[in-house]
């Protein structure tokens, strides 16, 4: 099984929708963060989270909103998609003091 | 923000042959991380590098931290057909607590059998 696994691994969704995309982790870290990725932009940080109900701005926090109720959880959601939103979604963690990031496995969401 | 160039932005040789691939930074950083994405999956991380000079090996794969702490190499020996994907760099700057890291933009690899 997958140390930090998102669901669902796809979604096409609608123009104006609310939707959330789940992350769990069985590492045991504190630190969780969503990023998107977009062809030719590499990884762009979105929200991160150094502990429950910590929440930070990334660099394009702008149409996203997280939380974090549990140590294990975090979770994004886009109160109402639009196209531009469409990318792949990647959840991933770090330990304290340590700053590897691993990386669950990503949600495509296609935004019509 | 931070700018990191990451080069080239992507890469076609044939099996057997060598790959080198760098990023460099505008800021100086305190750490180097080297990831690999498959398509379909998400990033694995390949080398990890906390000092300036560094060289570490993984198989394969060798990477630096540079002296200057503004750059870093990764280096692929023999390439094989399951090299392909996308490579990425990520720094994380010094000070604070700020665990946050910044992607280069990624290298494409493709090998040809």
């Known amino acids: 099984d997958a140390d930090v696994t998102q669901t669902p691994r796809n979604r096409i969704t609608k123009t104006g929708k609310r939707i959330m995309l789940e992350c769990s982790q069985t590492?045991?870290?504190?630190?969780m963060y969503w990023y998107r990725q977009d062809p030719g932009l590499g990884l762009r940080l979105i929200y991160y989270?150094?502990?429950?109900?910590?929440?930070n701005k990334g660099e394009i926090s702008d149409g996203y909103s997280v939380s974090r109720q549990a140590q294990a959880k975090f979770s994004l959601s886009l109160e109402s998609a639009i196209p531009n939103q469409t990318a792949l979604y990647f959840c991933?963690?770090?330990?304290?003091?340590?700053?590897?990031?691993?990386f669950g496995q990503g949600t495509r969401l296609t935004v019509v | 923000g931070q700018q990191l160039n990451q080069s080239p932005q992507s890469m076609f040789i044939q099996e057997g042959e060598d790959v080198s691939m760098n990023c460099t930074s505008s800021?100086?950083?305190?750490?180097w991380l080297w990831y690999k994405q498959d398509p379909g999956e998400g990033p694995v991380l390949l080398i990890a590098l906390y000092k300036a000079g560094e060289l570490t090996s993984n198989g394969r794969l060798t990477a630096q931290f540079g002296i200057t702490r503004k750059d870093s190499f990764l280096n692929i020996s023999a390439s094989i057909p399951s090299d392909v994907g996308i490579y990425f760099c990520?720094?994380?700057?010094?000070?604070?607590?700020?665990?946050?890291?910044?992607f280069g933009k990624g290298t494409l690899l493709t090998v040809n059998p």
């Open positions: 991933a963690t770090s330990g304290q003091g340590n700053t590897e990031a691993f």
């Open positions: 590492k045991g870290h504190d630190r």
């Open positions: 990520a720094g994380r700057s010094p000070g604070g607590s700020n665990y946050k890291l910044t």
């Open positions: 989270s150094f502990d429950v109900k910590d929440i």
């Open positions: 800021s100086i950083f305190n750490t």
